[in-house]
């Protein structure tokens, strides 16, 4: 039987509830221990590129890999609170390389890193952070992608459908399978990477800039992780 939407209300109310504790306790990010973990399961969180790979840079030139951090680290303090094992593949604006003389064998070097320490990972979920930019600044809205693996697409059309619901409301985006995307072609667990909008459009630029909409898109992943959690685990 198909879990239904309230039987989750205790956790929305939960996810909610964490995130009003982190919104009046600080502006920035707290890192909250907890030690009971809810599930066997560890969300190993991916800020994307860091170091010398910035990543894509907006329109008032801030680079994507700083934007990635703070999402990501967001992430990590509501996850803690809610009681859940997290796994940050990067905390500091550093890659993973270990090895290469130019940049481009270091920058393959840092996705190899990345996929070791996702796949030696047992009972892993992968969530990748990212902004989209593009050549045109009309474009708006989060999107997320999933990885050809158990799960992953369930995951990926929750979420999608979160966003629509709450902070990109009218958008007709959709989730899709990530193609050419290293990491997520070479990962053997649940994986999805979030795309959280356009860098390239100058009013959500100035929202994931903002402390509040970093706070909102936290909340909102977080909620579509743990239900997912949850749904596994009664079916399991
Ligand atoms: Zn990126």
Known sequence: MQPRIRDFIPMYILV???AIVLT???NRTVTVMSSHPRSGTTIILDAGHGGEDGGAVSCTGVEEAKINLQITLR?????????????MLRTDDTDLHTEGTTISQRKNSDL???????NETSDGILVSIHQNKFTD??????QVFW???DNSKLLAEDLQRAFVSTVNPGS????????????????????ILVECGFLSNESEEALLLSDQYQ?????????????HIAIRNLSA
């Open 16 to 18: 909610f509830s964490a």
């Open 24 to 26: 009046l306790h600080t």
């Open 75 to 87: 992430l990590n303090d509501l996850l803690h609170l809610l009681g859940y094992n997290t796994k």
């Open 112 to 118: 190899r890193q990345r996929v070791k320490q996702i």
């Open 137 to 142: 600044s009309r474009y708006s809205g989060a």
């Open 147 to 149: 990885a050809n693996t």
């Open 172 to 191: 007709n985006r959709s989730a899709k399978q990530a193609k050419g995307i290293y990491i997520m072609e070479h990962i053997q667990c649940t994986g």
């Open 215 to 227: 706070k909102k898109l936290a909340c909102v992943i977080s909620t579509a992780i743990c239900q």
